[in-house]
């Protein structure tokens, strides 16, 4: 009869293992129909681009393969990655009982007055017990309410998270690779334009002085002209300092000692590519790391409030052990005469616990709705990194496109008033301008021209590139 109701418990065990006591909670649809600035051709998108296809300049792959595999920040996502790994592998075995084997030896010496010593004493003869036992013991909780498949379920979806966290490092990592080493091309460009610069008003310096000496020009002319060539000497150690610097910074970020860095391009050699389609805001559910990770959230956030709402329920404890006991040492391991079994099963409810369940539920379900504000945070962010870096880069065509004219018009106009000069129909004020002109546009426009590949980088990383 008792074998009987101990299988009638396991089997009511197993079918109420299937109930389900929360109900999840879905994803809010949040994306809009189209970005904002968008010219919609189709649903394809760069962001779906392969890093080597979208990155072509042998380089800056380079230098990302080198930061994925010694960039610090890197490192530490991987190793998140196999801590939730471990922590999952261990949540499938929920399901499984726990076992435990036990291996005990004891001797105690009652007092002679006490009940026990005159009991022992009388029925043993001995003035001390000993006792010796080995037993296996199995303890197995019934996932009755869904406990522990949420637990499993939340397990996974962290180790998902950690997953989702390492491609959001990836693509930060690669885009702040690919723009320091565009604004280190735009620092070399900028130290060739002073240089030239310089070269340009020394020339100039030397016919002042020739005119000076002739007496046609004042002292100030030769002042004048000074202060323009100190400007562009200036200058350069300026740049030098900030080609140093960047050079650093992009070393530390791949992960190296400080040192110099090798590049084969040049500033006014990279294209700009055209074909920036990006598709629809829909597809940055499934693509931005950031939003898969906040995605995710929710899920650990459901198996959370499944959890504590199964915590408030009874839970069933099926306990098992077996093995040999004896009083003496030389009859520990006799068979059967040591034998000894024991199963039992038990039900329990809590019923107070100063509210202190209920609370754990409350809270789950509060922290459940802020991962759902924190989606929805997450998608409109990402919907709005996408329009800036497209504005960003509709608006830099057309400023750059303005530059360069400006520029090649003011090299027209720089070459003009050397000649001018050199002929005696334009003064020396009128030459430091239209050089000091000629520095600054060509300055722009490098800035500009990086300014372009930035975004377009910043576009491909905010539509979710550069992980795969």
Known sequence: MKRFNIIAILLLALIWSGCSVSKDLSLPNVAPGLFRNAIQKDSSSIGDLPLKNFINDLTVQHLIDTALLKNYDMQIALKNIDAAEVLFKQSKL????????????SSSRPSDNSLNGLS???????THIEDYSANLGVFWEADIWGKI????AGALASFLQTEEARKAVQTRLVANVAQGYYNLLMLDAQLEIAKKNLK?????????????DAGQVTSLAIQQAEAQQLNAAQLIPRLEQNVTLQENALSVLIGTLPQSINRTS??????????????????LLS????????????NVANAKVGVAKASLYPSLIITASGGVNSFKASNWFSMPASLFGLVSGGITQPIFQRGQLKSNLELAKIDREKTVIQFRQSVINAVGEVSDEL???EKLKTQYSIAEKRAQTLQQASKNASLLFKSGMANYLEVITAQGNLLQSELELTAIKTEQLNAVVGLYRSLGGGWN
């Open 200 to 212: 340009l008003n020394d020339s100039t310096l030397r016919i002042i002085h020739l005119q000076f």
């Open 391 to 393: 504005t960003k880069v």
């Open 149 to 152: 498949r949420n637990q499993k």
């Open 287 to 298: 693509r931005r790391p950031d939003i898969k990770s906040a995605e995710l959230a929710l």
């Open 266 to 283: 040049r500033l006014d050699k990279m294209a700009i590519p055209q074909d920036l389609n990006a598709g629809f805001p829909s597809a």
């Open 120 to 126: 022992l004493n009388q029925f043993t003869g001995s």
């Open 94 to 105: 929920g399901y499984l009982p726990e076992l435990k084997l036990q291996v005990a030896a």
